[in-house]
C-alpha cells in the first residue's frame, strides 16, 4: 500500500457512495414497503456500506489477516441475522425461548 | 559516521499484513465489537418474538433523526479519512483542517440525538414504551456513549496534531482513532436500517 499516494478522490468516492446507498435505503422502505423481500435489499445495502467503510476508510484489504477476518465477521452478521429474522422469524423464536 | 549493515536494517513491512494504528486501538475496536454483536443479538431474538412491536415501532421513530445521524456519522468519517490522506503526505495544514471539519460534523451527533429525544418525549415515546422502544433507547445510548469516546479521542489527536505531534513518518495516533471512528460508523450503519428504514 502506497501511503504516499493522493487518495483524495477514492475516499470521495466512497463518501458519495455511502450517501447514495442511505438515500436509496429510505427510497426502498418507502416504494417496496409491502414486498416480503424488503429485508433482502435492506441486508444487502447494509452489506454493502458496512465493506465500503471497512475497504476505503480502513483500507481492510491491505490490513492484518485478523482484522480482515474481524471486520468481514462484523460487517457480515448483522445482514445474515436480519434475513435469519425475516424469513424464519418463528423458528428462531423457537430456538430462543427459554 | 555510523556504519550500519544488512543485517541491522529493519525488515521491510509487509503491505498485506499491516496494522492500522496500532494493536491496542484493534484490541479496542475487537471489544466493541464483541459487544455490539451480543445487543444485535437482543434485538433480533427481541424482533423474532414480537414482529408486530418492531413493525408498528418503527413507524413511530423520526427519521429524519436517524438519516440526520448517518449523514454526520459517514460525512465525519470520511474528512478523518481526509485528514489522514492529507498527513501521510506531510500536509499538515490540511490534516488540521480536515480533522476540525471532522469534529465539527461529529459534534452533530449528540446535538441530533438529543434533538431526537425531546422530539420522542414530546410523542410519548420513552424507555417503557414497549419491547421495541426498551432495545432502540438501549443500543443507541450505548452507541452514543461509544461515538463521545470518539469525540474526546478527536479532541485528543487535534492537540497533538496542532503541536506537530505528527507526520508522514509517525501518524499511528491519528489512524487509530481513525480506525475507531471507522468502526463505530460501521455500527451505526448497521442500527440505522434496523430502527429506521424496516418500517
Known amino acids: ?98 | 559516521m555510523t556504519a550500519i549493515t544488512i543485517d541491522e536494517l529493519p525488515p521491510p513491512e509487509d503491505s498485506t499484513r499491516r496494522i492500522p494504528g496500532n494493536k491496542g486501538m484493534w484490541a479496542g475496536i475487537t471489544c466493541e465489537f464483541v459487544e455490539f454483536t451480543v445487543l444485535f443479538a437482543v434485538y433480533f431474538i427481541a424482533r423474532a418474538h414480537f414482529p408486530d412491536a418492531f413493525h408498528a415501532g418503527a413507524q413511530k421513530l423520526s427519521v429524519i433523526s436517524g438519516t440526520t445521524i448517518t449523514l454526520l456519522m459517514i460525512t465525519s468519517s470520511y474528512f478523518i479519512a481526509c485528514s489522514l490522506n492529507a498527513i501521510r503526505q506531510d500536509k499538515h495544514r490540511a490534516a488540521v483542517i480536515w480533522l476540525v471539519a471532522g469534529l465539527i460534523i461529529a459534534l452533530g451527533y449528540p446535538l441530533t440525538k438529543a434533538l431526537e429525544i425531546n422530539w420522542n418525549l414530546a410523542h410519548g415515546i420513552n424507555g417503557e414504551s414497549g419491547i421495541f422502544f426498551t432495545v432502540y433507547y438501549y443500543l443507541t445510548f450505548t452507541h452514543l456513549v461509544h461515538a463521545t469516546w470518539g469525540i474526546l479521542g478527536i479532541l485528543w489527536v487535534l492537540a497533538r496534531l496542532l503541536f506537530r505531534g505528527y507526520s508522514s513518518r509517525d501518524y499511528a495516533g491519528l489512524e487509530a482513532l481513525a480506525c475507531y471512528w471507522h468502526a463505530t460508523d460501521i455500527i451505526w450503519l448497521v442500527i440505522f436500517p434496523l430502527f429506521y428504514v424496516l418500517a
Do not use: Y
Open chain 1, 1 to 98: 500500500m502506497d501511503t504516499k499516494t493522493n487518495h483524495i478522490r477514492q475516499l470521495t468516492t466512497a463518501w458519495l457512495a455511502l450517501v447514495t446507498l442511505t438515500l436509496l435505503s429510505l427510497g426502498l422502505s418507502e416504494w417496496f414497503r409491502d414486498i416480503r423481500l424488503l429485508p433482502l435489499l435492506v441486508a444487502a445495502i447494509m452489506w454493502i456500506k458496512g465493506a465500503v467503510v471497512a475497504r476505503c476508510f480502513i483500507e481492510s484489504h491491505v490490513a492484518h489477516p485478523f482484522i480482515k477476518r474481524v471486520l468481514k465477521i462484523f460487517i457480515g452478521i448483522a445482514p445474515i441475522a436480519l434475513l435469519a429474522t425475516a424469513f424464519f422469524g418463528s423458528t428462531l423464536a423457537r430456538w430462543a425461548t427459554l
